[in-house]
Structure formats: C-alpha cells, structure tokens
C-alpha cells in the first residue's frame, strides 16, 4: 500500500481536544472522514472543514476502511464498537480499529481477540502530544499490532502523527507504554500544580516564578504547557482532572497485579480525586491545583473580565 496516494474511508468517534484534530488532519490529506460526535458544534466543526459527521457511532456510513477511536475509557470503547449504538458492521473486512484511548493493556489485548472474530484488525494505538499537537498532526503514537494492521493503517498515521513507534506485533504493548507516560505525565502535572501553589501561598508572583522556573532544571513539559492555563485563570478542559483520576487508576491497578510499589503515583492519583470530588473533574487537569487552593485558602490568577 502506497500510503501517500491511498485515500480512505476513516470513521473518528470522539470529536474532542485529539480526536477533532485527527479529523481535520484526515481530511486536509484527502481522505474521506465521517466523524461520530454528541456535541453539536464539534459536528459543525468537522463539516465545515470538509468532513462529515453524526450523533452517533451506529449512524456512520458503510463501507468503512479506517475507524479511530478517542474515547474515555475501555467501556466506551465496548460501547461504541459492540453495543447497541456501536458501528463495527460499518468496517469492511480486514479494515482497521485504530484504538487511541488510555485503556488497560489487558483490555487492548482482549480487544484484539474480539476484533479478529469478526475479520478486523486492531492497532493498539494510544497517543500523547496534547491537542496542539492533534491540530498539528504531530502527534506521538505508541503502536503495537499485526504487520497488516499497520499497513492499513498507514495512511491515517501519516496524516496525524509526527512521530510513530512500532512497538511490537501485539496488541497490549502500546498500552503498556502509554502506561508508563500516564504515570509520569500525572506526576509531573500534579507536583507542577504543587509547586505553584507552594510559591503562592509564599508570596511568589506566579508570572515571575512561571518564567523563572521555565528557564531552570526545575522545569518540565507539563510545567510549561500547563502551568500557562493556571496563570490566565482558564480551566476550560484540554484534558481534564477526570482523565488522570482514570488513568492513574489504570497505571495502579497494573501495578497491583505486578506486586509493584507506586508511591509517587499513588499520592499523585490522590489529589487528583480530591479535585474531582471537590467539584472540578471536568475542569482543566492543571487544575488539581483547587486542591491547594481549597487546602491553604492561596488566590489564583482569575481570568480576566469579558473573556
């Protein structure tokens, strides 16, 4: 397959921060997008640009080469795949589900098995990069699955990702390494938040402390990507406080069954579910920071009036 000429059929369900840009990367490389979406505006998005869209996953066309998958969870994806509103009918034989939710790599195996009954194949396909990065068509994908899956696949990975590891011949093995980036991509989030907070309630002006740490060994990725949403006052969900109250969930019950310590991570999905029990699940992930806000009583930045 020449994946530079091949155009395909691509269903994406989940029209949110990462699966919207996949879409309009798909459709900017010419291929046929027929995107799945509760949101009203998300659709209006999407076929704005040139693709199409629907409510839900069973309404979306035949004929189907290519199906990506950004979800919540493994129960959406059973969901959407093999319950009452799900659309596997709609791939054609030996088409391709590319899965790039955060699920157990237990269950990416599982799924495999499943798919392989019905004659389809399964790209273990989990992503990280955030959603400039989805927009970009930069992504980074941890991949594992058949050489045929792969070839199917191509096309689609080309059109959305900067960087592809093939990580093995099984499924499971991209979930297991996006695995290991939940853990530390929480952690870091989490202690990012602490830090800031920390310098706050301080005295810090959290500007200055922003820039000063950004250019020290202090720093990280998620310092500088997320710590920006803290200072503008802006807690609307790029990736929300829910998402690492599941993914951190995944990555200690893995290390439940491994018999394997997780101090860190384990302190880090605490205060997670601390902000989602406060009321803030759904807010900005950088936003487990209302933990320490509501702990020690410190001012946040506020968004500015009229924005």
Not at 27 to 55: D, I, K, M, P, T
Not at 180 to 198: C, F, K, P, R, T
Not at 247 to 258: C, E, F, M, N, P
Not at 273 to 279: D, E, H, Q, R
Request: one cysteine or more; charged letters at 15%; hydrophobic letters at 50%.
């Amino acid at each position: 397959m020449d994946s530079t000429t091949t155009k395909l059929r691509v269903g994406v369900i989940g029209l949110g921060s990462m699966g919207m840009g996949v879409a309009l990367n798909l459709v900017q490389h010419g291929h046929s997008v027929f995107g799945a979406e509760l949101r009203e505006a998300a659709r209006a998005e999407l076929q704005a640009a040139g693709g199409q869209a629907v409510v839900q996953a069973s309404a979306l066309p035949g004929e189907l080469q290519a199906l990506v998958v950004f979800v919540v969870n493994a129960a959406q994806v059973d969901s959407v795949l093999f319950g009452a509103e799900g659309c596997l009918d709609r791939l054609v034989p030996g088409g391709v589900v590319l899965c790039c939710t955060t699920v157990a790599p237990e269950y990416a195996r599982s799924l495999d098995a499943r798919l392989a009954e019905r004659q389809l194949r399964l790209l273990d396909a989990p992503v990280s990069g955030g959603a400039g990065a989805a927009r970009g068509g930069t992504m980074t994908v941890m991949a594992s699955g058949s050489a045929a899956a792969f070839e199917q696949a191509q096309p689609v990975l080309d059109a959305v990702a900067g960087k592809v590891w093939r990580l093995g011949d099984a499924a499971g093995i991209g979930s297991t390494i996006k695995m290991v980036n939940q853990l530390l991509a929480g952690v870091h989030i989490a202690v990012a938040a602490e830090a800031m907070a920390l310098g706050i309630r301080a005295g810090a002006d959290p500007q200055t402390l922003f820039e000063v740490i950004s250019s020290s060994a202090g720093s990280s990725w998620m310092w500088q990507n997320r710590m920006p949403h803290v200072l503008a006052g802006d807690d609307t969900p790029l990736s929300a406080v829910n998402i690492f109250v599941k993914d951190l969930g995944i990555v200690l019950d893995q290390a439940r069954a491994l018999t394997f310590p997780l101090p860190m991570a384990a302190s880090a999905h605490q205060l997670f579910l601390a902000a989602a029990a406060a009321g803030h699940g759904g807010r900005d992930d950088s936003f487990v920071i209302r933990f320490w806000e509501n702990l020690a009583g410190i001012s946040l930045p506020a968004k500015p009036a009229g924005e």
